[in-house]
């Protein structure tokens, strides 16, 4: 299913290709997060692309435009086909991230993060931010838009007031998915969640799913349930 993103959020290089193994044909691409990252550093990104996967570099840089312009080159230079950053960074700061993916070789897709799918509305009003997830997430996708990105990370709560608001050309990307295929663990941390058929019919371009897949006791058996799901 081309549509879903497995999150690899293992702590070795050696588990994560393992995954990524099993998973195969069935996963449309693997995202890669700041624990992988921070573990192995970017050979893990470069054993993936090497064999033809489709990587997500989740390491949502928030920074000032010239850090994040760097970043969003290296992450290019890698050879990733997705990268994000934080649409709370700012216009100057996306449109850095848009105009240097756009110069290079080979142009990766690059996202905004508007409002974290853990957050709730009480989460947001202890930063300062006293918009809804909703309001804010809706806002900070505009926002990231006209600063020339090709989409956002939002929660499937939010993909269709923003698929509204952008247009069928705009790229969502939901995790936060649970539900019966893709069981909550325990400890779960994700708050404004929507089921995997549910955020696609909602309009999201891809599904990222991590722990109700590889937390599984037969990962490939978890996504193929989540892949059957499609509306
Ligand atoms: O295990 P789970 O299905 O919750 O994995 C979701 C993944 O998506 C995690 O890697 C998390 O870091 C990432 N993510 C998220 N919410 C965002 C952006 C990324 O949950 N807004």
Redo the contacts with the bound molecule.
Sequence with gaps: MDQLLV?L?VDTGDRALALAKSLRGVAGGF?V???LFTAEGPSIVRALVEQGDKVFL?L?FHDIPNTVAGAVESAAALGVWMV?VHASGGSEMMRAAADTASRAHTRPIVIA??????MTEAALDETGVLLSPLEQATKLAALAQEAGLDGV???PQEVAAIRRRCGDRFTI?T????GAA?PAGQG???ARTRGPAEAIAAGATYI????????APDPRAAAEAIARLRP
């Design positions: 999150a959020d995202k997060g700041s624990r989740d949502k994000n993060v508007t409002v974290l799918t853990s990370v939002a929660s990307v995790p936060g998915i649970r893709a779960d941390d994700q990222v799913v991590g722990r109700p897949i590889i937390a």
